[in-house]
């Protein structure tokens, strides 16, 4: 296979910016090949991290009536194209996973200076202000794209009768804990989302919480 580089003719003396950028664009190609845990609706195969990103750029402008406070749409699709770059370097961790969650942490820190750090200023700086963005979940804008983050999964399991819930063998109180997130930015959204999830543990797709004792 012929190199993507050498192909464009990028190493032959086009203007630097220029190759910087196309550089960046073949990068992010690779996010394209990043398996994540979650199946498409119709329980083909699994969903890829970018086609994940593209989801919830739509699911933002779908529900931005629902977040709880203003926000800049156009802020909050740029957070979300951006939020899972880093995982080109550090891959996908479950999300119920919370000790491979903590060990990936400074991988991803590496990645974002790594892939961000191969556009000029800007666009560069802008991209890795809205990734740090997204990771301190302290704007109205950060916290409806991690409402939209958590309520994009959920739906895609619910869709198929549980979906890697029931595969890990994750329970109710879990998926609860974990997507209670979304009510960070759209609290409407989660009362709707948790009725669903009773009715998928009452109707057998998601297991309830252990028993006590």
């Known amino acids: 296979m012929m ?4 192909a464009l003719g990028i190493a032959a003396g086009v203007d630097p910016e220029l190759a910087e950028r196309l550089r960046f664009i073949l990068e992010i190609d690779k996010l394209k090949s990043v398996l994540r845990q979650t199946m498409l ?12 990103s593209w989801h919830l750029a739509m699911t933002a402008m779908a529900l931005a009536p629902f977040a709880d406070e203003p926000v800049d749409l156009e802020r909050v699709v740029k957070i979300l194209l951006v939020h899972d770059i880093v995982e080109i370097d550090a891959g996908d961790v479950f999300i119920y996973d919370a000790e491979a969650r903590a060990a990936v942490a400074q991988a991803e820190l590496e990645a974002a200076d790594r892939i961000f750090g191969m556009l000029p200023d800007p666009p560069g700086s802008d991209l890795r202000s809205a990734w740090d963005e997204y990771e301190a979940r302290e704007t109205p804008e950060a916290k409806f794209a991690y409402s939209c983050d958590r309520l994009q999964p959920l739906m895609l399991n619910l869709s198929i009768g549980g979906g ?14 974990i997507n209670g997130g979304i009510a960070l930015g759209m609290t409407k959204v989660w009362q709707a989302a948790e009725a669903m999830l009773d009715a998928a543990v009452a109707d057998g797709a998601l297991a309830p919480p252990p028993a006590a004792g």
């Open 3 to 6: 190199d993507a580089e050498k």
């Open 41 to 52: 609706a119709d329980d083909s195969r699994r969903e890829n991290s970018a086609e994940h």
């Open 164 to 177: 890697s819930w029931n595969r890990h063998g994750i329970t109710a109180d879990q998926v609860k804990k």
